[in-house]
């Protein structure tokens, strides 16, 4: 958001939008030049996967809108979307977060060859490892990539509570 500008509030912000919690939908409730009509669809996807909704010249992240009206007060810190999608804003994908809690979450990286995050081919093995902190955690060599992410799930869960992203952990 811009700075230097005062960031609305929840009454302010209701009165224009209609935020429907359940399907995480942002519709105008007043005619705005960035819409056709008032009803229509509020905000773009801007280049992040993020719906950003323009106010008064100032630009809002959509989930923080979402928070603001559901909670009544703007977020602490970050919104983390529990699913990994930027763009779905239903009450029940998001959730405060530390930026260190919101990394936990990421997806694995373009470049994964192994398809699970924390997993490596090293040689004929699969290599388990995960970053907690500062220090990267050893976790061993497996034959087959489903092992390694087994012990990478395992201790993600351990250190990472609900934060761990799990995707396809089987123990």
């Known amino acids: 958001m ?15 939008i209609d935020y429907d919690p359940i399907n995480g939908v942002f519709r105008w409730k007043v005619n705005h030049p960035m819409s056709s009509r008032n009803g229509g669809l509020a905000g773009s996807i801007d280049y992040q996967g993020y719906r950003r909704i323009i106010i008064s010249g100032r630009g809002y992240r959509a989930h923080h809108i979402a928070w603001l009206i559901t909670t009544g007060c703007w977020p ?4 983390d979307h529990i699913n990994g999608k930027k763009a779905d804003n239903r009450i ?6 530390t930026n260190t809690e919101n990394n936990r979450n990421k997806g694995i990286r373009k470049d994964n060859h192994s398809g ?13 490892e995960l970053k907690h902190g500062k220090t ?13 992410h087994n012990a ?3 201790k993600a869960i351990e250190l990472r509570g609900e934060f761990a992203r799990t995707r396809g952990f089987d123990g």
């Open 76 to 79: 602490k810190d970050q919104i």
């Open 92 to 97: 029940v994908n998001l959730r405060e977060a």
């Open 2 to 16: 811009a700075k230097g500008t005062k960031q609305l509030g929840r009454e302010e912000i209701i009165s224009l």
């Open 136 to 148: 990267r955690i050893y976790l061993g060599l497996y034959l087959t990539p489903e092992e390694a």
């Open 152 to 154: 990478y799930a395992k």
């Open 116 to 128: 699970f995050k924390g997993v490596s081919k090293m040689g004929k093995k699969w290599k388990a």
